[in-house]
């Protein structure tokens, strides 16, 4: 995946996806970041390209999201994402989000 922080800071990634959250405008898909060896939750609006690897999860579906649930237990909301407003409201500051955290 190729992706751009809000800060303008374009990556690649291989991340191994666990949920998808739904915000109030805003999506975020929460996986395991290969790069940086962590959980990361990233705005689908911030994703520039996606490609499958045509590979099997390096662990089971069921261990893969239980490992999610406990980091994001332990530490709180994941990192990288912005979960407050699509890129345009934050810059003016506009935001209030409610979520529903769906694993897929």
Request: charged share 25%.
């Amino acid at each position: 995946m190729r992706y751009t922080s809000l800060a303008g800071i374009e990556t690649d990634r291989v991340i191994w996806p666990v949920a998808l959250a739904f915000f109030e405008g805003v999506q975020l898909v929460a996986a395991w970041c290969e790069l940086r060896s962590d959980f990361r939750h990233f705005r689908v609006d911030c994703v520039a390209s996606l490609e499958t690897l045509g590979i099997p999860y390096p662990r089971t579906r069921r261990d893969h999201a239980r490992q999610w649930e406990q980091a994001r237990a332990s530490e709180g909301r994941g990192r990288d994402a912005d979960y407050s407003a699509p890129p345009a409201q934050i810059r003016t500051g506009a935001a209030n989000a409610s979520n529903v955290v769906r694993n897929i």
